[in-house]
Structure formats: structure tokens, C-alpha cells
């Protein structure tokens, strides 16, 4: 049950704040794209995506997009225009990506979290790959009935993460 459970849980990304993981010692942060970043089919960030990201980095965190999109230009352009590293196809929840992001950047795994809207990919891929979790909240389920199947799977367990913790 403990693999299912996220560490941290927020409503959205912009209630994670740079301070608040540098204070945690946190300073890569993989970060899930469609539904967590963006919602799905958003091509590239905006505003206020790029300020936070600045305010990450004002703080020392990278922000670095960990996806499972599976079309190799949707990761890639969506990290050019936001100006951070990726990995694609990143086949989460198995740790092997995580291991290579962290790798990468240079940072062990009590330097690093993940945050995402899913608990069977972005959760279970980092409690497996021993970083923190930070589970939000999807921006859009519309569209997508397997979506609200998934969700609906998940619920049990988005109760149980971050009981009593804040980002």
C-alpha cells in the first residue's frame, strides 16, 4: 500500500513552492507533463508556467519534465519552450528513468522529487525509485472516459497521500 501513497500531496503545481523544496533539500524536481504541467494538448507553456519555473530556479531546483508521451516531439518541444531537460517515453512507473534524470543532473535520490496527478505511473515510479512524491490534483479529466476509470481506481489512494504533510 505504502508504494501507492504519495508523500506530499498539493492541489496544483503552484502551491509547490521553490523555497518551500529548497528548505526540504530538494533540488531537482521531475515533473510529469499532460495533466500536471498543462492539460492535455497544450503545446507550449505560458506565463505563468515560465515564472515558476524561474521561482524554482531562483531556489536552486531544476524543473525537469519525466513524460510517457510516447510521441517523441511532444516532450521535446514543450521542454525547449520552457527551456528545461526531459526524457520521453520515460516508461513510468519502472525507475529507470528516474535513475537516468538524476543521474544526468547530478543529484541523489534525497535530492529529488516528483510531482504528478497520477498514482500509478508518477507516485508508484517515485516510491520505486526512492525520491519524494507529490501527488496534485489532474486539471482536466474531460474527454477521456478511461481517464475517469483510472481516477476512479486511484481514489483510495490519493485519500491516503500526504496525510498531515505540506510541500
Known amino acids: 500500500m505504502v508504494w501507492f501513497r ?7 503545481i503552484y ?14 524536481l521531475l515533473a510529469d507533463l499532460d495533466n500536471t ?3 492535455y494538448g497544450v503545446p507550449l507553456p505560458d506565463e505563468r508556467l515560465t515564472a515558476w519555473r524561474d521561482e524554482l530556479r531562483a531556489h ?9 508521451n510516447r510521441h517523441e516531439s511532444r516532450p521535446r518541444v514543450f521542454s525547449e519552450g520552457l527551456d ?9 512507473p ?7 534524470a538524476m543521474e544526468r543532473m547530478g543529484v541523489t535520490r534525497e535530492q529529488t522529487a516528483i510531482v504528478g496527478d497520477q498514482i500509478f505511473t508518477d507516485v508508484l515510479g517515485g516510491n520505486r525509485a526512492g525520491v ?10 474531460a474527454g ?8 476512479a481506481a486511484e481514489w483510495p489512494f490519493r485519500l491516503l497521500s500526504g496525510k498531515g504533510e505540506k510541500v
Open 6 to 12: 504519495a508523500r506530499f500531496k498539493a492541489h496544483d
Open 15 to 28: 502551491e509547490i513552492s521553490g523555497e518551500a523544496l529548497e528548505r526540504r533539500g530538494i533540488k531537482l
Open 37 to 39: 504541467l498543462v492539460p
Open 60 to 68: 536552486g531546483v531544476t524543473l525537469f519534465i519525466l513524460s510517457n
Open 84 to 92: 528545461v531537460p526531459y526524457i520521453g517515453h520515460a516508461g513510468k
Open 94 to 100: 519502472k525507475a529507470l528513468s528516474f535513475h537516468k
Open 132 to 141: 519524494s512524491t507529490i501527488l496534485v490534483e489532474p486539471i482536466r479529466l
Open 144 to 151: 477521456n472516459p478511461g481517464r475517469y476509470l483510472r481516477y
